[in-house]
């Protein structure tokens, strides 16, 4: 388990906690049902204030031994890696649009991106920069879309802002689904 958390504001600063569990009980009495409960410790092992040009989002620990944070900025869509120990940049690569959501494959060779600019959804392979396919699904409105990696990254899944469902083999072509299917 990871024992941290990463958070970003609106504000654009970026903090680091360690989360620790201590004690614990275990309580039934209004329900009767057993419920267990933890007591959590957050300690503070960094933060970086803002630098107000974007905000960032999509925060995702990565490497081995989860030793890096790639983080992505909605406005100026600029992708970074920093150092999870130390908070300090690694690499920054501009991914040439306004960024709605970006997932990271299990395999962390493939970043499915939300292109908020053009409206689609783009695959890069990961850590570049590079546009390696670009989906044709486009959005009309620019609101910000989900998407994900499943099957260990041999599918990605994203939704549209016409209530469809989009499966797209990471091998192979781009298949739709109707919502609710």
Same mark, same amino acid.
Request: glycine share 10%; hydrophobic share 35%.
């Given at each position: 388990? /990871?024992?941290?958390?990463?958070?970003?504001?609106?504000?654009?600063?970026?903090?680091?906690?360690? *989360?620790?569990?201590?004690?614990?009980?275990?309580?039934?009495?209004?329900?009767?049902?057993?419920?267990?409960?933890?007591? *959590?410790?957050?300690?503070?092992?960094?933060?970086?204030?803002?630098?107000?040009?974007?905000?960032?989002?999509?925060?995702k620990f990565f490497g081995?031994? /989860?030793?890096?944070?790639?983080? +992505?900025?909605?406005?100026?869509?600029?992708?970074?890696?920093?150092?999870?120990?130390?908070?300090d940049q690694l690499w920054?690569? +501009?991914?040439?649009?306004?960024?709605?959501?970006?997932?990271?494959?299990?395999?962390?060779?493939?970043?499915?991106?939300? /292109?908020?600019?053009?409206?689609?959804?783009?695959?890069?392979?990961?850590?570049?920069?590079? /546009?390696?396919?670009?989906?044709p699904v486009i959005s009309?409105?620019?609101?910000?879309?989900?998407?994900?990696?499943?099957?260990?990254?041999?599918?990605?899944?994203?939704?549209?802002?016409?209530?469809?469902?989009?499966?797209?083999?990471?091998?192979?072509?781009?298949?739709?689904?109707?919502?609710?299917?």
């Amino acid at each position: 388990m /990871n024992k941290r958390l990463a958070l970003a504001s609106h504000g654009g600063t970026i903090k680091l906690y360690s *989360v620790a569990t201590t004690g614990g009980f275990t309580s039934g009495l209004t329900t009767g049902i057993p419920t267990q409960y933890h007591i *959590v410790d957050l300690t503070e092992l960094w933060t970086i204030r803002s630098t107000a040009d974007a905000i960032p989002i999509g925060l995702k620990f990565f490497g081995g031994g /989860n030793q890096s944070i790639i983080l +992505h900025k909605i406005e100026t869509g600029e992708m970074s890696c920093l150092d999870a120990q130390t908070s300090d940049q690694l690499w920054q690569k +501009h991914m040439g649009c306004a960024i709605g959501h970006a997932a990271l494959s299990p395999r962390e060779d493939l970043m499915l991106v939300h /292109n908020l600019t053009e409206g689609c959804f783009q695959m890069y392979r990961f850590p570049g920069s590079t /546009n390696e396919d670009s989906l044709p699904v486009i959005s009309q409105r620019r609101v910000t879309i989900q998407g994900t990696f499943a099957e260990d990254g041999k599918l990605a899944i994203f939704g549209s802002d016409h209530d469809t469902v989009y499966l797209l083999s990471t091998d192979t072509t781009l298949q739709a689904t109707p919502r609710g299917t």
